[in-house]
């Protein structure tokens, strides 16, 4: 009989101990899931808000302080080929360059976003590579917006979609 009791009494502080690891482990999870997606959000507004000021100015020197706002919230290393574009754009604003900026920004913050709903999921790990993918797929499936070559796909159907009317769409 004692060693039923030592065994229901140890089972008991070893379930206790568990429910608290996994208590305290959600709980931990929860806070700084919550502080990293604000975060998040607060740079894809700043960057929203920054870009377009950006692509609009036509003083130099505007878009160059315009341009230091945007790269102080990049990554100097992975984000090198955008601070290059950026660069480019504010020593000569082309079209070409205002369409490649914008396109840019628009994957960067497509991809931040995707990252984001994966992180908040219950399975997180390795939300960067999963969202570059799952960013592949919705091009592969639909195209992309500032790509005009690429055939823009209805959701229900393989075929693309053809305007042969302002308000008729055949298949």
Known sequence: MPDLVSTALVSTLVAGF???AVSIW???RRVRQRAVTEQRQSWRESIRDLVPQLLSERKRSTRQVLRDFIVLRLNPSKDRDAIDL??????DPSPALRSSLCGRFQD???????????EASLLPLFADGRAARRIERQKERYGTDHDPSAARLD???TRPMVLDHPHRVTR
Do not use: N, Q
């Open 26 to 28: 959600g709980t931990t």
């Open 108 to 118: 960067m913050l497509k991809h931040d976003w995707e990252r984001v709903k994966i």
């Open 155 to 157: 959701r229900t159907r």
């Open 18 to 20: 568990i429910s608290a």
């Open 86 to 91: 950026i660069d480019r754009f504010v020593a």
